[in-house]
């Protein structure tokens, strides 16, 4: 596995070094109370980060945006019905999410790419090398959510919910920079991992945490984070009631942007032209099992 710091600049360096000095949590809980201050005086932010972020409200169940009540109503809008029809084979993965493709391609020996040159390993991720143990050789998909994407979180494929796993840690920005240039960058941040068991076998995402992303929350449990304490949580689902999911279905959402880490325990192609930088759409399918 190649873990080792890569070559960066000055710039990227400080910015780096400035990032580990901040007070990350608390700036980020200072921005989840303000995100849901309910006044017309978020109408002008809203109407700004529209444009700036080139935000398409025609695809919002609500397209006016003075009807939020808060950022974060507006931030994590539902899509309106029939926004994002799925391919009819139930053995295509879908996206989970809009975004970019930050990496993809296969898992070797437990080991994920994060940038050129640098790698870390599945079990780092999940919190524990039994949950990795499925998706030693399997396949992953790294995604990226920009500020102005759509930020809800939905099922690749129809599973249902085997353990969910709140890893604490830090809070850097997952911004291509950062993604190039800290290493173990995802197995630093505070993440939520969820495995499910689906008729194509074992498959987990990592809903992993950033700067001002102050909370996550899933459909089953409401909001994970943030949390107390610095202990490794594992909520277990196989013997309490069961949580299943349709492939398509909105598992949970971030509130304010960051990544989602997709890994399959098979080895998949995938679909021609899904490169790093390309961009993607949540149904888009992604590879057929």
């Known amino acids: 596995m190649n873990s080792t710091a890569p070559t960066v600049g000055v710039a990227t360096r400080l910015r780096l070094w400035l990032f580990t000095c901040l007070p990350q949590h608390a700036l980020s809980r200072v921005v989840f109370h303000l995100t849901r201050v309910r006044t017309r005086l978020k109408d002008p932010l809203v109407r700004w980060f529209i444009r700036r972020y080139g935000v398409d409200m025609r695809e919002a169940a609500d397209p006016d945006p003075a009807a939020y009540a808060s950022f974060n109503e507006f931030f994590t809008r539902p899509l309106r019905a029939g926004a994002r029809p799925l391919p009819g ?6 996206s989970p999410v809009d975004g970019r493709i930050s990496q993809i391609g296969r898992i070797t020996e437990g080991a ?6 640098i790698d870390y390993t599945a079990a780092a991720l999940l919190g524990g090398s039994d949950l990795a143990r499925d998706f030693a050789d399997g396949s992953f998909a790294t995604l990226y959510l920009a500020p102005g994407d759509y930020h809800r979180i939905h099922m690749p494929l129809a599973g249902r919910l085997q ?3 709140h890893v604490p840690g830090r809070l850097y920005s997952v911004a291509p920079w950062t993604v190039a240039g800290l290493p173990g960058l995802f197995t630093r941040n505070e993440r939520v991992c969820t495995i499910f068991s689906t008729a194509h076998g074992p498959l987990a995402m990592a809903w992993v945490g950033a700067i001002n992303v102050a909370a996550i929350e899933t459909v089953w449990s409401g909001l994970v984070t943030p949390p107390r304490g ?3 949580r594992r909520t277990d689902y196989t013997s309490s009631t069961p949580v299943e999911l349709d492939r398509g279905a909105e598992a949970g959402r971030f509130n304010m942007g960051s990544t989602v880490i997709l890994l399959l325990a098979h080895g998949v192609t995938w ?3 899904l490169l790093p930088g390309e961009r993607v759409r949540m149904g888009q399918r992604l590879a057929r099992i």
Do not use: E, F
């Open 163 to 165: 353990q969910m796993v």
């Open 89 to 94: 084979d139930d053995a295509s993965v879908v």
């Open 112 to 117: 994920i790419i994060q940038a050129k040159g």
């Open 271 to 273: 679909d021609a032209g």
């Open 230 to 232: 610095r202990r490794i």
